[in-house]
């Protein structure tokens, strides 16, 4: 069976050929786990220019394109501010991200790191090589994709050598491991990470609660709820279990997500996306319809998350 377009430029399926898991970051703020605690963090002025023109804002009007060197656009411009408080030594990394542009805030992140290596930096340049496959075009497919990921998975493993109790960097090692395990195209290690990416985001979630553990999860629950029962058997041949996931159980964590940042429209095609998984057509409908009404979230993927779901409900529901 065909992937869509929506499916493919996410990696978003468990079908008869292979389990797929969701990645994190979808949706939502640094997921810096220090946040509630750091006394340097404030709220701070962050600015984006969109690059799609379709992207809804609060008084109707487009949002002026990126230039081309990252930059938000100059006087008269529309800007957006970024959703979450920010700490000061990561703010102009942030800046660089809202605008587009990922190889800034990585060489900061990264001298960043040489000076004062900590989970905390880490865990956002894993973040920065998980944007970089939205801000290049490099989804599942691009020869780049694999090395993004590999990159991803590097730094967050590196959050986790220097704090066991970095949320952002097991959320983000989950995502990563198993975006590798479909890339592999070995079916035991597809079964191997259904477990993996479960830990880990049970572990950021229990840690600090984190919005991004409570996505990674309910996208995990969509997923592995949609595993064919051939697939479960070829689990059993190998000698190993795939874990249960329900839709319901998704559709709960999303909404943990909402609560924290009501906002947040992207989460909506998230719900809908898991309603058109379960067969409920008139409610996915009317979750994609919210999304797409809504201001775009303001983090620097959400333009790329919600054209994407623009193009399917386009292609699904035909207006």
């Known amino acids: 069976m065909a992937m869509c377009s929506y499916e493919r430029s996410r990696g978003l399926r468990l079908s008869d050929q292979a389990l797929t898991l969701d990645s994190c970051g979808f949706a939502a703020g640094p997921g810096c786990e220090s946040t509630h605690h750091c ?11 969109s690059t799609d023109p379709l992207q809804p804002k609060p008084n109707g009007a487009p949002f002026a394109q990126a230039s081309p060197s990252g ?26 991200l809202m605008a587009g542009d990922a190889d800034t805030a990585l060489e900061l992140w990264v001298k960043l790191y040489e000076r004062y290596p900590s989970a905390e930096v880490c ?28 990159q991803m998975r590097l730094w967050a493993e590196r959050a986790l050598s220097l704090n066991p109790n970095s949320s952002i960097g097991h959320a983000l090692l989950g995502a990563a491991i198993g975006r590798q395990a479909l890339m592999s195209g070995s079916r035991r290690q597809i079964v191997k990470s259904t477990w993996e990416v479960k830990h880990h985001a049970e572990q950021a979630i229990l840690i600090d609660n984190t919005w991004m553990g409570h996505f990674v999860l309910g996208s995990w629950h969509r997923e592995i709820a949609s595993v064919a029962r051939w697939m479960r058997a070829i689990a059993g041949l190998l000698r190993a279990r795939i874990p249960v996931g329900s839709y319901e159980e998704a559709l709960k964590h999303f909404d943990e997500v909402l609560k924290q940042y009501p906002e947040n429209n992207t989460m909506y095609a998230e719900i809908a996306y898991t309603y058109e998984k379960m067969g409920d057509m008139k409610r996915a409908r009317e979750n994609y319809a919210r999304a797409l009404a809504m201001p775009v979230f303001r983090h620097p993927i959400a333009p790329h998350l919600t054209r994407q779901a623009a193009e399917h409900y386009r292609k699904v529901f035909g207006s």
């Open 39 to 49: 006394s340097t963090v404030r709220t701070e002025t962050l600015l984006i220019s």
């Open 71 to 96: 930059a938000a656009g100059g006087a008269g411009v529309p800007v957006r501010e970024f959703a979450e408080p920010v700490p000061e030594h990561l703010r102009s990394g942030y800046q660089a």
């Open 123 to 150: 865990g956002h340049i894993a973040r920065v090589h998980y944007y970089k496959t939205f801000f290049l075009g490099h989804g599942p497919g691009h020869p780049m994709h694999a090395e993004h990921i590999a």
